[in-house]
């Protein structure tokens, strides 16, 4: 399943999404507005690298102390947030370790929160790639497939 497939679903069910991304730099939004027809589905998307605009936005300072900037409670309050602040349907929250000395320590905490259904869907996966970039787009696969089995997308 491709973006474009899910970019059509958000349409044809009349669905928005916004996202909070820290360690993808705002690229699963950037490749969601190459769709045509993105501007109907996409409400915002903040990139919070730091923890000063995580909590700027919403995430709660005790949480980021208490379980790491890196962490599922993080990526659950970064997409729960981000859906309340633009007011959409679907948010979603990515934070993680890109690089690192230590491969075990490359990892995502990836949630998608559902406002109609007050549910939340995560991953948490380790990244091998040596390249930052190369595991961007892992977490774009990432993302591809927890929406596709949220949604029962094929």
């Known amino acids: 399943m491709n973006l474009e497939n899910i970019v059509k679903y958000l349409q044809k069910n009349n669905l928005t999404i916004a996202t909070m991304e820290s360690c993808t730099g705002g690229l699963l939004a950037s490749l969601i507005t190459d769709i045509p027809g993105a501007s109907d589905i996409l409400k915002f ?5 730091s923890s000063e605009y995580k909590i700027k936005m919403g995430v709660n300072k005790d949480t980021i102390e208490k379980y790491t900037v890196y962490s599922k409670e993080v990526s659950e309050e970064m997409a729960f947030n981000i859906a309340k602040y633009a007011n959409s349907s679907i948010g979603v929250g990515i934070t993680g370790r890109l690089t690192s000395n230590i491969k075990e320590e490359k990892s995502v905490d990836l949630c998608i929160y559902d406002t109609k259904t007050n549910k939340y869907y995560h991953v948490y996966k380790t990244l091998l790639k040596e390249k930052r970039t190369e595991n961007k787009l892992e977490v774009i696969e990432i993302f591809k497939n927890l ?3 949220t949604y029962n997308l094929k």
């Open 45 to 49: 998307s903040a990139v919070t690298y």
């Open 147 to 149: 929406f596709n089995s």
